[in-house]
């Protein structure tokens, strides 16, 4: 009894220091607003590139545009083909050059980037999978092709998509956690530094993963909430 006392002790001990003590919670404030900014942004990016290379490699049969769903095409392959953290580096090294680049501008760009590529296969099999027969009818009623598909195709392709859409947002938050290799403080980077103060590494690890959990707890009920509503929706 003596040593699990002892050793929970211990453990207490080795939070307090992690978390407690010298005010190293403000620490993981800190990453956790720079984690938070990052995937904010990127989210916003990757939807709109996602969205803008879906309806370009829907559209390009229609309005004679191939070359524009070649491009497409290659863009995804690549970014899907190539491992996150060599885009991350490539895009600091080569495209932000200057020394006075913000790393969270950086991070966006990158992670949105790279989420657009999934959000644009995501967005462009939502849209594939609604029924042709919809198009015909949006185009019976005198709407024209563009007006079909932002009135009549896309309401109903973003019912269908949700769920994955939002898997693939969990993933991007989870992704920024190898922002660090840019120098961004984010949260990981400031459980390593916590760390590296301590002396015991794992306190400050287990922190940085629940703080993890707790964002994409909270994304996964935000979801299912906008779920619920968009249900209730078709049902009045």
């Known amino acids: 009894m003596k040593q699990i006392g002892l050793w929970i002790e211990n453990v207490y001990q080795s939070y307090y220091d992690a978390l407690i003590s010298n005010n190293r919670y403000l620490a993981y404030l800190d990453g956790l607003k720079v984690t938070l900014l990052i995937s904010f942004f990127a989210i916003i990016l990757g939807t709109v590139i996602g969205v803008v290379v879906a309806i370009i490699k829907v559209t390009a049969i229609n309005y004679k545009i191939k070359w524009l769903s070649s ?7 690549v970014i899907r083909g190539t491992p996150l953290m060599v885009q991350l ?38 849209i594939e999978s609604i029924d042709r027969g919809q198009m015909e009818a949006g185009r019976s009623l005198g709407l024209n092709y563009m007006q079909t598909m932002r009135l009549i195709i896309v309401p109903q392709a973003i019912k269908n ?21 840019i120098a961004a403080n984010d949260l990981l980077q400031q ?8 002396w015991v590494v794992l306190p400050p690890l287990m922190i940085a993963a629940v703080c993890y959990l707790i964002m994409v707890m ?19």
């Open 71 to 77: 491009i497409c095409n290659v863009y995804i392959n």
């Open 89 to 126: 580096l490539i895009i600091y090294n080569v495209i932000f050059t200057s020394r006075n680049t913000n790393e969270i501008f950086v991070g966006a760009v990158c992670f949105g980037i790279n989420s657009g590529a999934y959000v644009s296969e995501i967005i462009r099999a939502g």
């Open 161 to 181: 998509i949700l769920p994955a859409l939002g898997n693939e947002f969990i993933t991007l938050i989870k992704e920024t956690s190898v922002a660090g290799v």
């Open 191 to 198: 459980a390593q530094y916590v760390g590296s103060r301590t």
């Open 218 to 236: 909270g994304l996964t009920k935000l979801l299912a909430v906008f779920e619920r509503r968009l249900a209730r929706g078709d049902r009045h």
